[in-house]
């Protein structure tokens, strides 16, 4: 770590003085950094600009920072290094990086039951996004008081059997929240699932100061510009981070090889290495282990479906979109 991120120095001031966050928000001329529940206002001390360089921003939404308060407020002098950050080609200079978000570390799937159905495919396309990224992950199925038959029950049972947790929850009946806070404390998390399957709503029933964003504003996602999307951080009172966002189209799959998607189907990387070929995408070629699993029904048919989906949006979207 580096000298500024020890506490107490510059200006004679006390150890006392130096406090450890989270930065929330990043208001331009200032970022907000939370301190122990409380919102700091802060600038970044000259000297880490200095080091990251002038065009790259030296603080990111999600960073662990150092601060040091003084007469004139507050500034942060040291970032710890950084866990998984989502990212993007910076808009104005493509072969620059912009961090988004940064120590990322838990992607919560949210499905619904009901109103819309549930869309396996959909949380098929999330749990490779979030894993190959590295980013733990787990599925919410909310609405469940739509659905008392449990038709959703299926889906829930393969994906446990496949290692993942899942939740069943209600924002309306409040069924299965206790489950969700405790999956959300600790971590830096970011809610991905389709307009109107509940996640202000579940975010609201958590706790009614974590208004989200997402639902709101998603609408205005597929009208062209893309340089707006701004992600901030909201405290979780029980510990934690929830990611707000308008949507972040930059969780997409399109950096992805194809011959890599099945190694984020769990069923179907086991098997993978008992097909004749190398290189083999599941498809047509022959000896194929992971079709015979599929005939077998060992695999079931709607992830293979899903599999084959993710591979032919990757062979239509292989350019990327900025
Ligand atoms: P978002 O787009 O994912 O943020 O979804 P919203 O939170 O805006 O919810 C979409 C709609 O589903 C709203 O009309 C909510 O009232 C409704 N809704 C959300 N959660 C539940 C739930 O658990 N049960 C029922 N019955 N309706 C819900
Ligand atoms: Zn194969």
Not at 16 to 41: F, K, M, N, T, W
Not at 112 to 136: Q, T
Not at 181 to 194: I, M, W
Not at 283 to 303: F, K, L, S
Request: glycine share 10%; charged share 30%; with cysteine.
């Amino acid at each position: 770590m580096s000298d500024a991120a020890k506490p107490g120095r510059g200006g004679g001031i006390a150890d006392g003085d130096a406090d450890r966050g989270v930065v929330l928000r990043d208001e331009g001329s200032q970022l907000i950094v939370d301190i122990a529940g409380e919102e700091v206002p802060c600038v970044v001390r000259k000297t880490l600009r200095r080091k990251t360089g002038k065009r790259r921003k030296a603080v990111a939404v999600g960073d662990r920072v150092t601060i040091e308060r003084s007469g004139e407020g507050a500034a942060i002098m040291a970032v710890d290094p950084r866990g998984t950050s989502l990212s993007r080609p910076d808009p104005s200079q493509p072969r620059r990086e912009q961090i988004l978000v940064a120590n990322l570390d838990t992607v919560l799937i949210v499905a619904s039951a009901k109103r819309p159905d549930l869309v396996p495919n959909l949380i098929d396309r999330f749990l490779v996004a979030a894993e190959s990224r590295g980013i733990d992950v787990g599925i919410a199925i909310n609405k469940i008081d739509l659905d008392e038959a449990r038709d959703y029950g299926p889906y829930a049972d393969y994906y446990r059997a496949l290692g993942y947790t899942v939740l069943e929850v209600s924002a309306v009946d409040e069924r299965g929240l206790e489950d969700v806070r405790a999956f959300l404390a600790g971590h830096t998390t970011s809610l991905l699932g389709h307009s109107g399957v509940g996640k202000s709503s579940l975010a609201n029933a958590l706790d009614p100061s974590l208004r989200l964003r997402i639902g709101a504003v998603q609408e205005q996602s597929g009208k062209g510009t893309h340089t707006t999307t701004t992600v901030s951080l909201l405290r979780l009172p029980w510990g934690g981070y929830l990611v707000d966002t308008p949507g972040i189209r930059e969780f997409g799959l399109w950096r992805m090889e194809l011959v890599d998607v099945a190694l984020w189907f769990r069923e179907m990387a086991e098997r993978a290495d008992s097909c004749r070929f190398n290189d083999c995408l599941h498809e047509a070629e022959p000896q194929c282990a992971v079709r015979a699993a599929v005939e077998a029904g060992d695999i079931t048919a709607w992830r293979y479906e899903s599999y084959r989906a993710i591979l032919q949006s990757l062979r239509r979207d292989a350019r990327p979109d900025y």
